[in-house]
């Protein structure tokens, strides 16, 4: 079993088709073919179902496997590099839209001063969707919306952030003035977060002992999705303080609810294995970030 092969496959497993993957690692499909023939001989049994294209349970495993082994290897290339004291390479980093907003530019200006070389991938997405891919070794590190759920992944706080009913203009709520008590919320439909997510399971949490049920206007996956219905006046939503631009903020009506928790984000990477020095130095450049008071969003606050 060589690297060539499972580079192969996973090419396969990324780009969709024999040819796609070629293209992506330089190369004819015919060698793509070979590869993958190869693995499959060596393996005893179909990696790719050739009828469409897909692959097989067990395709799916080995490329599971090989990705680790891929990550394993650049990480190898890159721990090398720095014992010259030079972070190179590249790490894949997921982060929620929100949180994204305003850390990816400060990272970005960071890293070029301290590790040049250092090449950031960033993957924007919800926690949902990013966990599976920081678990099977797409992604290197995660901002998540915390807690994390999968058994293989381990997380740090990075920051907490509070959290506000924001409501279009001309809507009655906009006129209330103060702030706001859980059971203000019991009539009141809002656009939420779907049930099962993090952010839906802990509003759920604080609101169902009093007897709350929160009624929603329409239930989606995303909270930068649902920040943007509301600016655009669909109705209101329980926002954390990122998920609010700054050059929005004049423009609506945002209330604290007595009782509702901050919200609550890490960054996540696999319990096993050794990260790499890139990945290292990014977690550390990310801790770093979040404590620069300067350019900090309002309403976040940056764990101990």
Not at 269 to 297: C, F, H, I, Y
Request: hydrophobic letters at 45%.
């Amino acid at each position: 079993m060589e690297l060539r092969h499972l580079q192969a496959l996973t090419a396969i497993s990324d780009h969709g088709t024999f040819s796609a993957a070629a293209e992506h690692l330089n190369t004819v499909q015919s060698n793509i073919s070979a590869h993958v023939a190869r693995l499959e001989r060596e393996l005893g049994t179909p990696l790719i179902d050739r009828a469409d294209g897909t692959l097989t349970e067990e395709g799916r495993v080995v490329v599971t496997r090989a990705r680790r082994i891929l990550s394993e290897l650049d990480a190898l290339v890159s721990d090398v590099a720095a014992c010259r004291d030079e972070v190179t390479g590249t790490v894949r980093v997921g982060m929620i839209g929100t949180a994204a907003r305003w850390l990816v530019p400060r990272l970005m200006d960071l890293a070029r001063k301290r590790h040049p070389k250092l090449r950031l991938v960033v993957v924007e997405g919800n926690t949902t969707g990013l966990e599976p891919q920081l678990a099977s070794g797409q992604l290197d590190l995660a901002v998540l919306h915390l807690p994390v759920t999968g058994r293989d992944l381990v997380a740090r706080l990075l920051f907490e952030e509070d959290l506000m009913l924001v409501v279009p203009g001309g809507h009655a709520m906009a006129a209330v003035e103060g702030s706001l008590a859980l059971e203000d919320l019991a009539d009141l439909e809002l656009l939420l977060p779907v049930p099962g997510t993090a952010f839906r399971d802990e509003l759920d949490a604080v609101t169902r002992p009093l007897g709350i049920t929160l009624l929603p206007a329409a239930e989606i996956d995303g909270l930068r999705l649902i920040a943007s219905l509301t600016f655009e006046g669909y109705g209101p939503a329980i926002l954390p303080a990122t998920a609010i631009p700054s050059s929005l903020r004049s423009q609506f009506h945002g209330m604290t609810v007595e009782g509702l928790p901050r919200r609550r984000v890490g960054v996540a990477q696999r319990s096993r294995g050794l990260p790499s020095a890139p990945t290292r130095a990014l977690n550390d450049l990310l801790k770093e970030v979040v404590a620069m008071p300067e350019g900090r969003p309002e309403g976040v606050h940056a764990a101990d």
